[in-house]
């Protein structure tokens, strides 16, 4: 009978003890890593296939009627040449208006350009 009365107060213990540890809170999981942020500044290659020499560029964020201060400075980009110049991007957009300044005084703007894909872009007119 002790036997018995030891099995059956072990099966309670064994019970109770399940049950308090299903009742506590799972372990806190890590947050979620936050997706990776585009802001900054953008190195971007334009390559000049527009047959006319470039002598500004300028860009906006994509919409905007505010461009930038001529990207290109004192260099020029000359036809079939590459130049590299840096697209400040604070927000993280990605997506900006291009306007090129061409040196008989034409501007050329494309719109939409996403200077976060490849860092590359080919002007072409």
């Known amino acids: 009978m002790k036997f018995?009365?030891?099995?059956f107060s072990m099966?309670?213990?064994?019970?109770?003890?399940?049950?308090?540890?299903?009742a506590q809170p799972a372990a806190p999981t890590a947050p979620a890593a936050p997706a990776a942020s585009h802001a900054g500044d953008h190195q971007l290659s334009v390559t000049n296939s527009g047959g006319a020499v470039v002598s500004a560029l300028y860009?906006?964020?994509?919409?905007?009627?505010?461009?930038?201060?001529?990207?290109?400075?004192?260099?020029?980009?000359?036809?079939?040449?590459?130049?590299?110049?840096?697209?400040k991007d604070p927000a993280g957009a990605c997506v900006f208006d291009v306007q090129f300044l061409m040196a008989d005084g034409t501007t050329v703007t494309r719109k939409a350009v996403n200077v976060c894909d490849s860092g590359s872009?080919?002007?072409?007119?």
């Open 11 to 22: 099966g309670i213990a064994a019970a109770a003890t399940a049950g308090a540890a299903a």
């Open 59 to 87: 860009v906006a964020p994509s919409g905007s009627p505010d461009y930038s201060d001529d990207l290109l400075g004192k260099q020029v980009a000359s036809i079939g040449k590459t130049v590299h110049v840096k697209v």
């Open 4 to 7: 018995r009365s030891l099995l």
């Open 121 to 125: 872009y080919t002007f072409t007119r």
